[in-house]
């Protein structure tokens, strides 16, 4: 191991419990759960692909500390994964480092900036892994209910090709949501690994959906 790889492992029990408290009640998609299945599956993509482990594995656990929509006043400077890696003794090129792989995943809400390391590639591969899949359908039913959202409205057709602006914008029914996000994520992936669990996972999604649909109109 590195002793970047080194330093970053050391952090990683105080990051969990970390998380755990900063998103102690949220259940609006960001919670300490999803955070963790993405550590997981960060520090498996990381193993695979030849990345460190370590640095994945701590800037997955950061990933959404400082998200735009929790933390609308740390989000610039990255302040609470700052001060959780300062107060940890992280060194100042492990801060870096984790800054900017968190700056990428997350970029301007969008999902167009590509990681300009292999550990940030990790990390956003297993964000993506997160809204896809079961899993993924789960949450995407959690955050329309949330929200006061209809699950699906035949009335309502889907847009793609949104800008970032007007997708947030939008209000539409959650099952719009998988035409307009959710299935360009598997052709979005950075690592092989990522994009072999992703078509796997969008297969299922897909067969979710037509039989969602087909249920709809009545047996
Ligand atoms: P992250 O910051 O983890 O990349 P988002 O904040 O974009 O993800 O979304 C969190 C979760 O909520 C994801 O699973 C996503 O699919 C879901 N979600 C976001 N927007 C919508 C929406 N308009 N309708 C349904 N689900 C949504
Ligand atoms: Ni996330």
Known sequence: ??????????????????????????????????????????????????????????????????DRKLFPDTCARKANAVSFLRAGGAPDELIRRVVTIISEVSFAGTDSVVPSSPEGMCVQDADRLDAIGAVGIARAFAYGGSRGRKMYDPAEPPETGLTAEAYRARQGCTVNHFYEKLFLLKDMMNTDTGKALAVDRDRFMRAFLERFLAEWEGP
């Open 1 to 66: 191991m590195t002793p970047l790889g080194e330093a970053a492992a050391a952090l990683i029990p105080a990051a969990e419990n970390y998380i755990k408290e900063l998103f102690a009640g949220d259940f609006g998609g960001h919670d300490a759960d999803h955070t963790l299945r993405v550590y997981r599956t960060a520090v498996f993509l990381a193993e695979k692909e030849g990345a460190d482990p370590a640095v994945a594995g701590l800037a997955a656990l950061l990933h959404d500390a400082d």
